[in-house]
């Protein structure tokens, strides 16, 4: 029986916080050179979505490297304002967790300010019990350590997991770990894939 759910935050629950589309957008509200900004995006994202690299320390290097018009403190608050919730996924989500019957967490790749700042704003805590965010626990998705953990901190067997993603590259290894998996397309999609995996609201 399914017993826990693990949810990626960006493109499931909330819009993603600071994908190519946002930065983008940085790039053509800050008037920034695209190819040099996205270069040194490449450089620090790991760190950065490790917890190796605080915001303040990206932003500094990926874009307060020279002079610029704006400060690092409007660049920052950009940042937090691509953030947008799914309402529809959210109010799924909350029926979940009502229902009293699974352990609800996430599971995403995020800086941990930008995580911190959508628990906050959002007010995830009403959603979610536990938060596997790679920039407090140091290991992004795909990799197998970061599923392993989840295991071992909720201390339940794979089989009995749920990870839902958007992205398939995210779910492979977590299916090969034992994982059930669905890739989140729509509320109405989710609904009917973890039906037939037998959970229900």
């Known amino acids: 029986m399914i017993s826990a759910l693990f949810f990626d935050l960006g493109g499931v629950m909330l ?8 930065r983008k957008r940085a790039s053509e509200t800050f ?14 994202v790991d760190d950065f979505e490790t917890g190796k690299l605080v915001l303040e320390e990206y932003v500094r290097l990926a874009v307060m490297y020279e002079k610029r018009s704006f400060s690092r403190e409007d660049f920052i608050q950009f940042m937090y304002e691509q953030s947008k919730s799914l309402p529809e996924s959210l109010a799924f989500a909350k029926k979940l967790r009502d229902s009293g019957k699974y352990l609800m967490a996430t599971l995403n790749n995020e800086s941990r300010e930008l995580n911190d700042y959508r628990v906050r704003t959002f007010q995830l805590r009403e959603y979610f019990e ?8 140091g290991v992004r ?3 197998t350590a970061i599923y392993e ?11 009995e997991c749920v990870f839902i ?3 398939e590259f995210n779910l492979q290894l977590a299916r090969e770990d034992g994982f059930r998996t669905i890739q989140f397309e729509s509320v109405e999609q989710l609904t009917q894939g973890l039906r037939s995996l037998g959970v229900s609201v």
């Open 165 to 167: 993603d958007d992205r």
């Open 141 to 143: 998705k795909p990799e």
């Open 31 to 44: 008037d920034l050179d695209w190819d040099e900004f996205q270069h040194r995006h490449q450089a620090l």
């Open 15 to 22: 819009t993603n916080g600071w994908d190519v589309a946002a």
């Open 149 to 159: 953990l989840a295991l071992s901190v909720t201390q339940r067997k794979a089989d």
């Open 130 to 137: 536990l938060f596997f965010n790679s920039g407090n626990v």
